[in-house]
Structures are given as structure tokens and as C-alpha cells.
């Protein structure tokens, strides 16, 4: 053997043990025994088919890892941070809902009083009323809710109610669960809206003027105002008033000669004051009530459980409180007629389709597309494990063969 060709099989041989000393002693071990040629073709060969394997099994961990994290966080969006933290009332919501309507009869209490009942009754005035619902504290699910309503008739305010309420921020019923620094109404049934997720059954309304609970009864499904709503009709019986804020600025008493005065002008029976002369006899006034009764149709966007419309028409009446406890209706304090302006209309559609679409979109389609998603990784993944086994050194895909054998490679 010539220096050169000496030369040459050495360079060579540094060729094989570089190769083997990449590939990892696996492939030298391998190449001892027999099992495959050990040539530099062949080497290189064997060495390309172990780093694509160790790629694709690196990337198959990878898209599984993924994959995985997807199809949890699809879980964890449908069944717990939608439902817990998304579809509930917001700490921040202050919703303001304005109403048109027309007062039949409206009694000033400073006139009647006074005993001047031609200044007591007014009739036929319009009327706007004003209701801001706004979340003042939140603590987990439940909320400090502030109800406030305004009514005010030929630019003067004539009426007014602010409840406080303690709210699950789910169903929207009043709870008598929480903190014991919150000064609430206790309350029951639902106050002011539905629940998320309305269904096709009654439900307990609140009525803040008697402190009584009444059947919000669903009637059907209609479409209103481009949805479709679920309708409720609620109605009060003639329940006597017990807020109160209402009966502050109401008159106690009113003087004897106010009735009489009444009884002349037609406005009450003469019957019925020879009643009330036997029932308190010698007195120069007679003690009041109050009752309130009213009828209310509600058009509710069942996803979100807000009221997207709504009429009502009410009654308070005056009456002679007996000692009894019964009260003897007299005349009417207020009877009026209203209904969610147009302009409110609109806000409550744009409200109940934007809290639908939120909800849809995050307890629905992204769980859906993440589920799928992270379900096509996790696949791929099993699939370039595999892929990557049969490309490893000695697979049944990566036997090389060649006719570069040199001296040094054919020796035994």
C-alpha cells in the first residue's frame, strides 16, 4: 500500500469515527456488530435519518403539549370562566332605562292636606319616568344593586322610589346572602331582571311599593323589536303600601270636611261618609292608606335575561284605614299608564344582543374552536411520534447500502 493510498484510508477512517461520534454511540455500536455498513454514505446517511427523527418527535411533544393546553382551556372557558365570570352581572353595569306615559290622576299632597281639593287633582298630564339600576360593591356572586326610579309630569318631580338590593349575579334573584355591612331591602324573587338564561317557566317578581311577592307568569314567545323575547305578565292585586319611602311623602290623615267636600263633588258616595262619621265619631280628620294594584306585560331576551321592553299600568288609591286594619278606598292618589320609551327600546336590544353574542362567543365557538384545535394537534402529535421512531437510526425505512466500502470498512 502506497503512502498516498495510506493517506487517504486515514482521512477516510476520520470521515467514519467524526459521523459516528455525531450520530452517538448507538450508531458505533450498531456499525461493531454488523447490523449496518459503516461507510460515509452510509453514515451520513444514517445520521440524517436520526435528526429528522429527533425533530419530528421534539415537534410531536410540542403539538401535543399545545394541544393539550388547548383542549383544557376549551373546558375551563365553557364550564367555568363563562359561567362564573362572564355570564353574571358585570361590576361595573349601570343601566339607565327611561319610559313615556300618561297620568290619569295625580293627588298633590301639599293641597290635599291643606284641604284644598281643587289644587289635590290633576288629571291627564304626561309623564317620563327614569329607572338607573347601577352595581355600587360586588362580593363573589353576589351584588349590591341600587334601583332608582324618578317620575316627573310637567317638569316637576312628582314621584320617586331608590331600593337596595342584594342580587345573585347569575339568577338576579334577591339573596340574603351577603356581607353583613350591606344595607339592603329583604327582597325575594327577581327584582329587575331575569335570569341569565331565561326558560319557559313562572317566576317570583318583587314589588317594592307593597313589600309583597307576585307570579311573573310566562304567556309565550313573541318577536319584539327584531329578537325573540319570552313574555311575562305579572299583576298585583289591590295590596296595601308599605314602602316607606312612598308613604312619607303621602298624607296621613286627611280632614273630615276634605271628604265632605268630596262626597258633594261626586267623587265618593254619601253612603260611605255616613259610614266613616260612624266610624269615627266627633274626630275632625281620618286616618289614610294606601293600596297599590297594577298590570305589567314584560318581552325578555331569554340568553341574558334582560327586559327589552315593558308596559304598565298602575293604580294607588287613597282610602280611610279602619280599625280593623281593612282600608276603605277613597280616591285615586296616581293612575297612570307607561311603557319603555323608544330610544330605551333600542339600548335594551343593543344590550341583550351584545351580552348574547359574549356569551355565545366565549361559552361556545372559542370552546369549540380550541377543542377542535388542540384535538388536530394532539393527533398530529401521535402521529410524529410515530413517524419519528420508524426515522430513527436502524428503522426499517433507513437501511442504507452502498458500494463506497472502502479497505478499511470491509476489514472484519
Known amino acids: 500500500m502506497t503512502q498516498q493510498q495510506t493517506g487517504a484510508e486515514l482521512r477516510r477512517g476520520s470521515e467514519v469515527h467524526l459521523q459516528w461520534a455525531m ?19 452510509s453514515m451520513a446517511g444514517l445520521c440524517g435519518a436520526h435528526g429528522l427523527g429527533a425533530a419530528m418527535r421534539k415537534t410531536a411533544v410540542a403539538s401535543g403539549i399545545i394541544g393539550v393546553v388547548l383542549v383544557a382551556a376549551a373546558f375551563l372557558l365553557a364550564f367555568w370562566i363563562t359561567p362564573a365570570y362572564i355570564a353574571r352581572l358585570q361590576s361595573d353595569s349601570s343601566t339607565v332605562r327611561n319610559y313615556d306615559g300618561q297620568i290619569r290622576t295625580l293627588v298633590n299632597p301639599v293641597a290635599l292636606r291643606q284641604g284644598n281639593l281643587a289644587a289635590a287633582i290633576k288629571v291627564g298630564l304626561p309623564e317620563t319616568l327614569r329607572r338607573q339600576v347601577k352595581v355600587l360593591q360586588t362580593s363573589g356572586n353576589t351584588a349590591l344593586v341600587q334601583d332608582a326610579t324618578t317620575v316627573t309630569a310637567s317638569g316637576r318631580q312628582v314621584g320617586g322610589l331608590t331600593s337596595k338590593y342584594a342580587i345573585d349575579r347569575t339568577s338576579f334573584q334577591a339573596t340574603s346572602s351577603h356581607p353583613s355591612t350591606w344595607s339592603v331591602t329583604d327582597a325575594k324573587g327577581q327584582t329587575f331582571n331575569w335570569p341569565i338564561g331565561t326558560k319557559q317557566q313562572n317566576y317570583t317578581g318583587w314589588v317594592p311599593y307593597t313589600l309583597t311577592t307576585i307570579p311573573l307568569k310566562y304567556t309565550g314567545q313573541a ?59 266627633g274626630l275632625s280628620s281620618v286616618p289614610l292608606g294606601y293600596v297599590y294594584q297594577a298590570t305589567s306585560t314584560y318581552w325578555v331576551a331569554p340568553a341574558t335575561g334582560i327586559v327589552v321592553d315593558a308596559n304598565t299600568d298602575e293604580k294607588e288609591v287613597a282610602g280611610v284605614a279602619l280599625p280593623n286594619g281593612k282600608i276603605v278606598p277613597v280616591l285615586p ?72 466500502l472502502g479497505p478499511v470498512d470491509a476489514r472484519p
Open 333 to 404: 292618589v296616581l293612575a297612570d299608564s307607561y311603557k319603555f320609551s323608544s330610544s330605551s327600546v333600542q339600548g335594551a336590544v343593543t344590550d341583550a344582543n351584545n351580552g348574547s353574542s359574549t356569551i355565545n362567543t366565549f361559552g361556545t365557538i372559542l370552546p369549540i374552536v380550541a377543542g377542535v384545535l388542540g384535538f388536530l394537534l394532539v393527533v398530529l402529535a401521535v402521529f410524529l411520534w410515530m413517524r419519528g421512531r420508524s426515522h430513527g437510526v436502524g428503522g426499517r425505512g433507513h437501511q442504507v447500502s452502498g458500494p463506497d
Open 23 to 41: 450520530c452517538g454511540r448507538a450508531e458505533l455500536a450498531r456499525v461493531h456488530r454488523g447490523r449496518a455498513p459503516a461507510g460515509p454514505a
Open 223 to 281: 318577536q319584539r323589536n327584531g329578537i325573540s323575547t319570552y313574555v311575562y305578565q305579572a299583576t298585583v292585586p289591590a295590596t296595601p303600601v308599605k314602602n316607606s319611602q312612598v308613604l312619607a311623602v303621602l298624607p296621613k290623615s286627611v280632614p273630615v270636611s276634605l271628604l265632605q267636600g268630596a262626597a258633594k263633588a261626586g267623587l265618593i258616595p254619601g253612603s260611605m261618609l255616613a259610614s266613616l262619621g260612624k266610624a269615627f265619631p
